[in-house]
Nanobody
Framework: SWSSWSLGGGSVQPGGSLTVSCEAT????????VGWFRQAPGKEREGVAC????????TYTDSVKGRFTISRDNAKNTVWMQMDSLKPEDTAMYYC?????????????????WGKGTLITISS
């Protein structure tokens, strides 16, 4: 299972920062690619960031490049993502997820272990 939380709460003004985090319990992440996904009301779920099992390969969707940073600590079985310069369009449910069939990739249709969504709201 996953435990999820956001540091500082789930609401922030535009231009602000938040960190979303997940800890896995009952299973280990060290051989799995892990990613963050989000889904806004009325929109399809999209991949935001992906980090390989080693942490050496990281990818982001274009809309968050330069603003979001995904990290992992396999010893603590955790993954987190710092989100800076937040925009209203970043408002969404955010999900951590593991791909148990890949060490490097996070294709949304291939994700097979989803965490519980956390609502992040950016508004003035």
């Amino acid at each position: 299972s996953w435990s999820s939380w956001s540091l500082g709460g789930g609401s922030v003004q535009p231009g602000g920062s938040l960190t979303v985090s997940c800890e896995a319990t009952g299973f280990t992440l060290d051989v799995y690619a892990v990613g963050w996904f989000r889904q806004a009301p009325g929109k399809e779920r999209e991949g935001v960031a992906c980090i390989s099992s080693s942490g050496r390969t990281i990818t982001y969707t274009d809309s968050v490049k330069g603003r979001f940073t995904i990290s992992r600590d396999n010893a603590k079985n955790t993954v987190w993502m710092q989100m800076d310069s937040l925009k209203p369009e970043d408002t969404a449910m955010y999900y951590c997820a593991a791909n148990t069939r890949s060490t490097k990739l996070c294709p949304i249709q291939g994700i097979n272990y989803w965490g519980k969504g956390t609502l992040i709201t950016i508004s003035s």
